[in-house]
């Protein structure tokens, strides 16, 4: 069984960067996709970044040019998040699909407030 766990959530000021990480409990024999997904308080998980095994990359047009999706290993991946704004404010789940289907981590919180 494939474990994600995400870190690097937090609170952080309108306008400030964070950076989250995500790891797998063991390098993954095959990737197909790494996404990055966040869900606000009585809202549905939408998608925030996808960065696919041919290197293709889909942002959600909400942080287009404000936020990078970034695979590290075959065990890790990372979102820079910058120029963070209030409705950035959800918890941020990663996910891995491969070819024993998708793995989804338990999710950080990401907090923007003045």
């Known amino acids: 069984q494939v474990q994600l766990v995400e870190s690097g959530g937090g609170l952080v000021r309108p306008g400030g960067s964070l950076g989250l990480s995500c790891a797998a409990s063991?390098?993954?024999?095959?990737?197909?996709?790494w996404g990055w997904y966040r869900q606000a308080p009585g809202e549905q998980r939408e998608l925030v970044a996808l960065?696919?095994?041919?290197?293709?990359t889909t942002y959600a047009d909400s942080v287009r040019g404000r936020f990078v999706i970034r695979p590290i290993s075959r065990a890790r991946v990372y979102l820079q998040m910058n120029s963070l704004k209030l409705e950035d404010t959800a918890m941020y789940y990663c996910?891995?699909?491969?070819?024993?289907?998708?793995?989804w981590g338990q999710g950080t919180q990401v907090t923007v407030s003045s």
């Open positions: 996910m891995v699909d491969t070819r024993t289907g998708p793995y």
């Open positions: 063991e390098n993954l024999y095959t990737i197909n996709d």
């Open positions: 960065r696919t095994k041919d290197g293709s």
